[in-house]
Each structure stands twice: as C-alpha cells, then as structure tokens.
C-alpha cells in the first residue's frame, strides 16, 4: 500500500468513524433536544388556533423546550396537511387537527389529497367544543322551527354561510336544511370572522358557529342561538335545545373537536413523549381554566381515539358530502 492509498484509506475510516458517532449520537439524544414547530390549520384569532397555543404553552414548559405556532390556513386543511408530510418524520414538526381535515376535507375532493388514516399518527385529542346553531338577529328568527316559515318566505329559501365549502359549519347547517326540508343557499365566506359579521350584518339568516366565537355575541343579543349540535344540553349554553332534542336523531350531535397528530412513521416513543405530556396538562388546573375561557374541555385520551373519532364522524359526513353532491 503506497502513502497516497494509506492516506485516502485513512481519510475513508475517520470519515466512516464520524458518521458512526453522529448516527449513535443522534439514537441516544433524548427527544426532544431543539425546538418544536406546532402546524396549526387556521389562522390567528380562530377557536382552534387559541387552543393549538394553549396546548403549546403547557407542552413547551414541560417538554423544555420551546413550541413555536405555525399557521398554514388554506383549503380546508390541505395546505397544513401537504407541509406537515413534506417535513422529516421526527416529531419536531406535529399539527392541530379537527373533524374538517380528518373526516372532510379528504372526501371534498374526487382526487384524494391525503389519507387520514394512513398519512398522519395520531397522539391524543386535545378537546372537545360545541358547535351552535344560530340566526341573525334581523332574519325573525327565534327558534329551530321558526327557519321553515322564513325558507318558505323568501325567493330561494333560507340563505345560510360558512367558513367555507367542506366546513363543518357548511356541513351541518346543509343537513340541518335538510332535515327540515327547505330550500336553502350556501354562502361560503374565507373564515369564520367574515361569515358571522355577514350574519350579523343580515346578508345571510343563519349559520353553524363554533362555541368560542357564539358565546360574548348570544350575551351580547347579536346573534339568535337555535340549537347546540351534542346529545345533552351544555352549562354554558343551558337555555340552548340540542339538536337531538329538535330533531330526535344522534345524527348531527357532533360537538367540535381538536386533535393532536404527527407525520406517519413517527417513532412511536416519540409520540408516547407527547402524549404523556398533554395528559400532565389535562391534569393541570391552569391549562383547564385557560382552555374553559376558550370554550373548550380538555380530552384525556390516547392514540387509538383519533382514529375512533375520526371513524364515528367519517360515517355521518361521507354520506352528506355524497348526498349535497360537494365532491369536485
């Protein structure tokens, strides 16, 4: 072996040695050792947005290290959705997630943008909020009933908006029409904020709302509460019928939920890090007084509920999405 093969030899093992000692560094670094990006789906000043920071707040302080809030609002989750499988599968890039992008959106398109089930691993669902069903102040409208006299008044019946097409809100309030059997248009606006000044403005007569956005504006008498969309009435909104009460069907008793996911292929005891964490939160007095002021309850769960949730609410929206003709 000459000098120059003995050098270029010699460069090889201290090369090879090197990787060996970053790949076992890498193996042996407790998770996690940098800081972590939460990919929230809505924009700032949204419920589920203010429950992704409260989430992030806690975990950070008991993670040790620091959670920073990105927000990728935009098509229904899609554009939150493809950044998240675009980043490494390590646990420092994890994303908030509702009813819309896991039982939804997915089945919006005839072109599948992503797979609930196989795309994503699922960590805890963080919490749980109602959904309310309510009328403009303007429309005469005072209570669930009250929405067939006005559809059957007016030229092309009840006009109704959302969030956008695909929401919750779009979908719920269609089925709400439905089940009445009126006549009714959608009116997609670009967030929940622009939907609910229209409503309060009087160009649309109802419309589905999230618990936090409902409650200072029912207090305030700005909008007409008609129905809350759970199985049994909530403190918050005691006075407020639920739709099972309304219509007699479990159908549409679908409180709103948050859950907290990671890319596929995560390791598992990276996820268990972070589910044992949120439930240290759940215990914590602080986080439920601050989720509470949101119009949120905490979940204690585990991994398998994601997929439970998102299986029950999947068999009530498909169909809807089938029978509205959404899918495009």
Not at 192 to 197: L, M
Not at 205 to 214: E, H, K, N, R
């Amino acid at each position: 072996m000459n000098h120059q093969t003995r050098l270029t030899a010699g460069k090889l093992l201290g090369c090879a040695l090197a990787l060996h000692a970053a790949i076992a560094s890498a193996q042996t670094t407790p998770y996690p050792s940098r800081l972590i990006q939460l990919i929230a789906q809505q924009p700032p000043g949204s419920q589920s947005e203010a429950i992704s920071r409260v989430w992030a707040d806690c975990a950070s302080r008991e993670l040790g290290q620091p959670i920073v809030t990105l927000n990728k609002p935009g098509a229904n989750g899609v554009l939150a959705t493809n950044f998240l499988k675009s980043q490494p599968a390590d646990g420092y890039n994890v994303m908030t997630v509702g009813m819309s992008q896991m039982t939804i959106t997915p089945y919006i398109y005839k072109q599948l943008p992503y797979n609930p089930q196989k795309d994503f691993a699922g960590i805890t669902v963080l919490s749980t909020s109602p959904l309310l069903l309510v009328a403009s102040v303007s429309s005469g409208i005072k209570q669930y009933s009250d929405i067939a006299t006005a559809a059957k008044k007016a030229a092309g019946g009840i006009d109704f908006g959302s969030p956008g097409k695909g929401s919750p809100a779009h979908l719920l309030t269609a089925g709400v029409a439905q089940q009445l059997k009126v006549e009714s248009t959608h009116v997609p606006f670009v967030g929940e904020g622009a939907a609910v000044t229209a409503l309060m403005g009087g160009q649309i007569q109802i419309m589905t709302v999230t618990s936090g956005t409902a409650a200072p504006l029912i207090k305030d008498g700005r909008m007409i509460p008609l129905a809350i969309y759970t199985e049994t009435r909530d403190k918050a909104f005691p006075q407020v019928p639920t739709i099972l009460e309304l219509t007699g069907s479990k159908e549409m008793a679908l409180p709103g939920w948050l859950a907290l996911v990671a890319k596929a292929g995560t390791p598992p005891d990276v996820l268990k890090r972070l589910g044992d964490v949120t439930a240290k939160c759940v215990a914590s007095e602080a986080y439920n007084t601050r989720m509470e002021a949101i119009n949120a309850v905490p979940v204690k769960s585990s991994p398998a509920d994601v997929k439970l949730w998102t299986d029950r609410y999947t068999a009530v929206f498909k169909p809807l999405i089938e029978r509205l003709d959404l899918a495009e």
